[in-house]
C-alpha cells in the first residue's frame, strides 16, 4: 500500500476509534460492538506496526500501555494544586456563606457549584495545541510525579481535545477513581489468581496509578471526572466567567465531567443539595466522601483569594466518616436457621457513618484467618449504606499483650450440639437441626416472613419469645395457638392476640412456590421455589422427586437438588408438611396453559432497570407461566429485552444485537390481555 494511503487508512481509522471512546465513556452512549473496536485497535497496531512514524502521542494505541518506568520523575506544578477546607455540618455551611458576605461585603445570596466529592486522587493534566503531553499526581501541591504513561491509558481521558479554537495550553485538574462496580471485578480477579485485594476502591486507585508498568495500569477500570482547570492560555475556555462554565467549556472539549454537578444559590439550597447527594450516595457507580461547594463567579474568586493552601471560596463538605478505629471486646457465635454458625464481632461502641455500632459480622473461619484478628485487637470498622458493618483490617500497632485468639466452638453455642465443617464450605454448622432452638426461631421466621406465608405482626421478638416460652416448636405449630396461649405472652393483649389469629388464618391461602419457599430449604430462595412450583405443578410431586428430575428444574444443579431431596427424606420435615396442610394451608391449583397457547413457549427473555409497576421476580413468574426461560444476561440467543427505567449496558447490547426490546407499559398492557 502506497505511503499516503497507509496514512489516509491510519486518520480515518485513529479518527473512528476517538469518536467511538468518546460515546462510550464520556457520553455513556455506546455506538459499536465491542468487537467492532477491538478490531479498528488492531488495524491502527498493524499499520503503526508498519509505519512506526505515525505512532504519535495520541494515537488511540497508546491507551493500552506498555512503557515501564524505573521511577517516576517529579513535576513542579506550575500553579499549586490547592487543598480544600472540610465542613461536616449544616452551619459549617452558613458558616461559609457569612464568611463570603463579610470578606466581599455584600449580602446577596452566592451562587456555588456544587461537586459530588470523588474519593479517588487530584492529578493534573497538561494539554498542548490539543495533545495530551503530560500528567502528573498532585504531590504535596507543589510538586507531584510524571504519571503521564498511566494517565494516558484510562479509558475517558482523551488523549486529544475536540472542537476548534483550543487553548494553546491548558492543563485541565480532576479526580482519578475507580466506579465501585470495576472495583468488584478487579478484587474478584486479584482473588482468583491469588494476589493481594484492595480494602477499598480509593485504595485500588491509588495502587494502580502507582504502577511503573503502565499495561497494569489499562488493565484496571480507572475513570476520571475533571473538576477545576490549572494554567489556561488561549482558547474558548478562557473567556469562562463563572466555574460552571469553565465546565462546560471542557466537556465540549471531550473531557468527563461527574454528571450529578449542579449550580444552587445560597447556603440553604447547598445544604439540600448535600442531603440530596447524601440519599443518591448508594446508588451513583462511584464512593464519594462528601459535596465540594465552589462559589461560582470567577471574579468573586479572584476577590476572596486562599488561605495556607486552601481557597477561601470552597468548602469541601464531609458525610459522617465510615470508618473508624474500635477496640473488639469479644466474639460470639449466631447460629441461623439452616445451622450456618456465624461469628459476630461485640466492639466497643464507636460512632461511624451517622450511627453509633457495636457489633459487626465476622462472616467465618476464614475470614477471620484473612484478618489476623484477635479478641483485644484494636480494628478498622466500616458502614457503608444500609450493610451490616464490616471489620475492615487490624491495627497491629495496638495489639494488647493480653490480646487472645477466637476459637471456633467445636459445639453449637445453643443447643450444643457437634458443629460440622466441610472442607469445600467456608461455613461451619450446627447439625442439630430442628432439635436447636436457634434454628427453631430461624426457621420460624423464615416462614412468617413477607416473601414466604406473609404472617402479619409475628415479628423477631415475638417468635423468640414463643419459642422460648415453649408455645410453638416449629412452624406447623403456629396454627395450633389460641387466645388463651397467646394472652399468656409478655405485654401481649387481648386486641394483638384476636388479630394474630386473623392474619394466621389469612396467611393459610397461599401459592406453592411461596409455600416451599416458607419451608427454608437450603439454597431455595424464592426463585427456585417458584421454578420448582412450576415444574412440579403439585407439592406431592416435588415430596417425591428423586435427584435426577429435580435437576431438570431450570436453575437447579446438583447441589440444591441434593438438599431438596434430602429435606425431603427427613421424616421431621415430612410431618411438619403434613400437618401444615391438616390445618388447612393451601394453594390455588396451577394452570399450565397447553404448549401451543404459552406465547412465550421456547423464548428467553432478560429483564433489566428498574419495574415500578410490578417487581422484578412478579415479571419474572408471570413469563414463566407463559412458557419463557427468563435469563440473566443478553446474548445471541435472546428473543426479547423488558428493558424498564434506568436500564443501561444490557439495554445498549440488546440494541446492538437487533433484540426485540418492550418498556415496562409494553408489558403490563401484554400480560392484560392475559388475564
Ligand atoms: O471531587 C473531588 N474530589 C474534588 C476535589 C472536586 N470535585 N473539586 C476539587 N476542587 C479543588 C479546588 C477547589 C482546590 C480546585 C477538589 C480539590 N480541589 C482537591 N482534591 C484534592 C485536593 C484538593
Redesign the pocket.
Known amino acids: 500500500m502506497s505511503d499516503t494511503s497507509l496514512e489516509n487508512q491510519h486518520q480515518s481509522i485513529k479518527q473512528q476509534l476517538e469518536t467511538f471512546a468518546y460515546q462510550y465513556y464520556v457520553l455513556d452512549e455506546p455506538s459499536v460492538p465491542d468487537a467492532e473496536y477491538d478490531r479498528l485497535m488492531q488495524a491502527l497496531i498493524e499499520i503503526e506496526r508498519k509505519r512506526p512514524d505515525l505512532k504519535t502521542a495520541d494515537s488511540p494505541t497508546q491507551k493500552v500501555g506498555g512503557a515501564v518506568l524505573s521511577k517516576f520523575e517529579s513535576v513542579a506544578h506550575e500553579i499549586p494544586?490547592?487543598?480544600?477546607d472540610n465542613g461536616f455540618e449544616d452551619d459549617d455551611l452558613k458558616a461559609f456563606e457569612q464568611r463570603i458576605h463579610d470578606r466581599l461585603n455584600i449580602s446577596e445570596p452566592i451562587e456555588f457549584a456544587c461537586?459530588?466529592?470523588?474519593?479517588?486522587l487530584?492529578v493534573s493534566i497538561m494539554y498542548e495545541n490539543g495533545i495530551l503531553i503530560r500528567a502528573a499526581t498532585?504531590g504535596d501541591?507543589q510538586t507531584g510525579e510524571n504519571i503521564t504513561e498511566n494517565v494516558k491509558t484510562i479509558a475517558n481521558v482523551p488523549l486529544r481535545l475536540l472542537g476548534d479554537n483550543l487553548p494553546q495550553r491548558m492543563e485541565v485538574?480532576g479526580?482519578v477513581f475507580m466506579p465501585k462496580h470495576g472495583f468488584e471485578t478487579l478484587n474478584q480477579t486479584q482473588k482468583d489468581n491469588g494476589a493481594k485485594t484492595f480494602a477499598n476502591p480509593r485504595n485500588a486507585a491509588a495502587g494502580s496509578l502507582r504502577q511503573l508498568d503502565s499495561k497494569i495500569t489499562a488493565s484496571r477500570p480507572l475513570r476520571l471526572?475533571a473538576?477545576?482547570v490549572g494554567v489556561v492560555e488561549g482558547g474558548e475556555i478562557e473567556a469562562a466567567d463563572t466555574h460552571s462554565k469553565r465546565l462546560m467549556a471542557l466537556a465540549k472539549m471531550g473531557l468527563p465531567l461527574?454528571k450529578e454537578t449542579d449550580t444552587v444559590v445560597g447556603a440553604q439550597a447547598c445544604v439540600d443539595y448535600f442531603n440530596k447527594i447524601g440519599r443518591l450516595r448508594d446508588q451513583l457507580s462511584y464512593d464519594?466522601d462528601g459535596v465540594?461547594f465552589?462559589v461560582n463567579n470567577l471574579a468573586l474568586q479572584g476577590r476572596l483569594g486562599f488561605v495556607s493552601k486552601?481557597?477561601r471560596?470552597?468548602l469541601?463538605q464531609k458525610f459522617p466518616a465510615q470508618e473508624e478505629l474500635t477496640v473488639l471486646n469479644d466474639v460470639e457465635f449466631q447460629v441461623g436457621r439452616t445451622g450456618a454458625i456465624t461469628p459476630v464481632a461485640r466492639l466497643q461502641p464507636v460512632f461511624v457513618g451517622g450511627v453509633t455500632v457495636s457489633n459487626a459480622t465476622l462472616h467465618n473461619q476464614d475470614e477471620i484467618n484473612r484478618l489476623g484478628v484477635m479478641i483485644g485487637d484494636t480494628v478498622i470498622i466500616r458502614r457503608a449504606g444500609d450493610v451490616i458493618p464490616q471489620v475492615v483490617s487490624v491495627v497491629l500497632e495496638k495489639r494488647p499483650a493480653e490480646a487472645h485468639h477466637i476459637v471456633f466452638p467445636e459445639h453449637c453455642p445453643v443447643c450444643e450440639s457437634h458443629v460440622e465443617k466441610i472442607d469445600s464450605e467456608a461455613v461451619a454448622r450446627c447439625t442439630g437441626g430442628l432439635v436447636c432452638s436457634a434454628q427453631r426461631k430461624e426457621a420460624i421466621k423464615h416462614f412468617a416472613s413477607r416473601k414466604a406465608l406473609d404472617i402479619d405482626g409475628l415479628g423477631d421478638k415475638l417468635v423468640e419469645q414463643m419459642v422460648e416460652q415453649g408455645l410453638i416448636l416449629n412452624p406447623a405449630d403456629l396454627f395450633h395457638l389460641d387466645l388463651a396461649r397467646l394472652c399468656s405472652l409478655d405485654r401481649f393483649g387481648d386486641k394483638s392476640a384476636v388479630n394474630l389469629l386473623r392474619a394466621l388464618d389469612t396467611a393459610k391461602n397461599t401459592t406453592l412456590a411461596k409455600f416451599l419457599y416458607s419451608l427454608g430449604i437450603r439454597e431455595v430462595g424464592e426463585a427456585t421455589a417458584r421454578n420448582l412450583a412450576l415444574h412440579f405443578l403439585t407439592l406431592e410431586n416435588v415430596v417425591a422427586a428423586d435427584k435426577e428430575s429435580l435437576i431438570e428444574v431450570q436453575d437447579v444443579g446438583e447441589i440444591v437438588a441434593n438438599h431438596i431431596y434430602e429435606f425431603m427424606r427427613e421424616p421431621a420435615n415430612i410431618e411438619i408438611i403434613e400437618k401444615l396442610v391438616a390445618s388447612g394451608v393451601k394453594w390455588p391449583k396451577i394452570e399450565i396453559a397447553p404448549a401451543d397457547q404459552q406465547p412465550f413457549a421456547g423464548k428467553t427473555i432478560v429483564l433489566t432497570g428498574t419495574l415500578s409497576q410490578m417487581g422484578r421476580s412478579e415479571a419474572k413468574a408471570k413469563l414463566q407461566e407463559l412458557g419463557a426461560k427468563v435469563s440473566s444476561s443478553v446474548s445471541a440467543k435472546t428473543d426479547l429485552l423488558v428493558a424498564g427505567e434506568k436500564a443501561g449496558s444490557k439495554l445498549s447490547k440488546a440494541t446492538e444485537l437487533g433484540i426485540e426490546i418492550w418498556d415496562e407499559q409494553a408489558l403490563v398492557d401484554f400480560l392484560k390481555t392475559r388475564d
Open positions: 494544586m490547592l487543598s480544600l461537586e459530588p466529592k470523588l474519593d479517588g487530584a498532585r501541591g485538574r479526580e471526572y473538576y477545576s461527574c464519594i465540594v465552589k486552601a481557597p471560596w470552597a469541601a
